[in-house]
């Protein structure tokens, strides 16, 4: 598949390498779920015999000595670099490193570098110390690139370990914007609004996602390939988390199941599940960066109107429709998940097509604010909500699949009370719908 977007994160790495070859080593950490792509930007940053000479190590969990026996290997191969005896720790062969781009410039990728905690834990210290000591005059641009988001941000902004503080850049790689899934589309021959709507949901921008829609021909019924037996999407989301949550994954779960069921409240989500989630919640939100805390546009801070979204359009739809039939999928029942996707599709899909919509709002650069809002009891439910405080002029819109069901006078009336906040505002009301999405 073509590769998309990631110019800014590109440039960067590049200058970043530059900047190494001439003023002084520096380290650059890269983080992102699995699937987003990290790998994929960063072979396409430092391609094998372009412009920088750049040295790709692989962290798997395996004993040390016979990883140092891999990494040495490759490094005879690409440095031409006389290496004596059998380097058996990993502080050797990076010492060897140091040393070699003290003269020569040297771009050193270390990815699943979380995964040195299986293979020796101490190497973090040891790299410290290494580096302290060898930063001023090496030419080294390090890349420390992992997927376990909670493990990567505690090692390098945890105060109390030894790489706290050493990472000079820090790239959190998203996933592509909804307008690159259309160019996608467009590539492909296969663009339509539902069809760009469909991806979107399914896939969340992450590339690998789009890469196996990519695969399913045009003609096939796309639930009945990707909801079958032998599909990669059946076990995707234990494969993403469950190593991430670690022992706790059960009851991390259940509650991300319950958001995407629409038990979007916490008082909803203890109710439900019968336990209280307080540091769970928190921990989904501000550690893992998976659900996001939302309250309706122009609240007070202290509200208790918060809801708890899924980040991950992707996650959303596998917790919803693979996770919470799973004992469907262990009967190899596929139809009866056919049949469910079938008829919650259209609704489900709606409050996907309410968020590219915000996306396309708050990436016209005209609003400083952009929400939803909604009363107590979830009253007056307003789709999007976009304010420019400068200009003070407001878009309050409604967000419907097709058009002719968009009816702007209730949407008015339900904006009785907000239009009281917005006194001084030009407010402009409009609707949105997938027809929008044709040009």
Not at 195 to 212: A, F, I, R
Not at 376 to 388: F, K, L, M, P, S
Not at 409 to 425: D, H, M, V
Request: glycine share 6%.
């Amino acid at each position: 598949m073509k590769f998309y977007n990631r110019e800014t994160e590109l440039n960067h790495l590049q200058n970043w390498s530059n900047k190494a070859a001439t003023g002084g080593a520096l380290m650059t950490i890269v983080i992102g779920r699995r699937r987003v792509g990290k790998t994929a930007l960063l072979n396409q940053a430092f391609p094998r015999g372009g412009e920088y000479r750049a040295l790709y190590l692989f962290v798997s969990r395996k004993q040390e000595r016979l990883l140092c026996e891999e990494f040495v290997e490759q490094i005879r191969a690409l440095l031409n670099v006389p290496i004596f005896g059998n380097p058996s720790s990993l502080r050797e062969v990076m010492e060897i490193l140091l040393q070699y781009s003290c003269t020569e410039p040297l771009t050193l990728i270390l990815d699943e570098f979380q995964d040195i905690q299986r293979v020796n834990p101490a190497f973090f210290s040891e790299l410290q110390h290494l580096w302290d000591q060898y930063k001023g005059k090496s030419q080294m641009h390090l890349i420390c690139c992992g997927s376990l988001y909670s493990l990567m941000t505690h090692l390098f902004q945890n105060s109390k370990e030894p790489l706290f503080g050493r990472a000079d850049n820090r790239i959190n790689l998203q996933p592509l914007r909804t307008q690159f899934i259309a160019e996608l589309l467009h590539d492909q021959k296969r663009f339509s609004p539902e069809t760009l709507l469909q991806w979107y949901m399914l896939s969340g921008g992450v590339p690998k996602y789009l890469e196996w829609l990519v695969n399913i021909d045009a003609h096939e019924n796309i639930w009945q390939t990707l909801v079958s037996e032998h599909s990669l999407l059946i076990e995707e989301g234990h494969y993403r988390l469950a190593e991430e949550f670690g022992p706790e994954h059960g009851t991390y779960f259940s509650i991300l199941s319950a958001i995407a069921a629409g038990h979007t409240s916490r008082p909803a989500i203890e109710s439900l599940l019968e336990i209280s989630v307080g540091p769970q919640l928190d921990r989904l939100e501000k550690e893992f960066e998976i659900i996001e805390r939302h309250r309706p546009v122009l609240s007070k801070p202290g509200t208790r109107l918060v809801k708890y979204k899924m980040v991950d359009a992707f996650l959303a739809f596998w917790f919803r429709f693979i996770y919470r039939h799973r004992s469907a999928i262990e009967i190899g029942n596929y139809s009866f998940i056919h049949q469910v996707i079938e008829r919650d599709y259209p609704t489900w899909s709606g409050h996907w097509l309410e968020q590219i919509h915000r996306e396309r709002i708050a990436a016209s650069g005209q609003y400083n604010i952009v929400g939803s809002y909604w009363e107590r009891g979830n009253q007056n439910e307003i789709d999007i909500v976009a304010i420019n405080e400068l200009e003070k002029i407001a878009l309050i819109a409604e967000v419907k699949r097709n058009r002719a069901n968009i009816r702007l006078s209730r949407l008015q009336e339900k904006a009785e009370k907000l239009r009281q906040q917005l006194k001084g505002y030009d407010v402009r009301f409009e609707g949105f719908s997938l027809e929008d999405f044709i040009d």
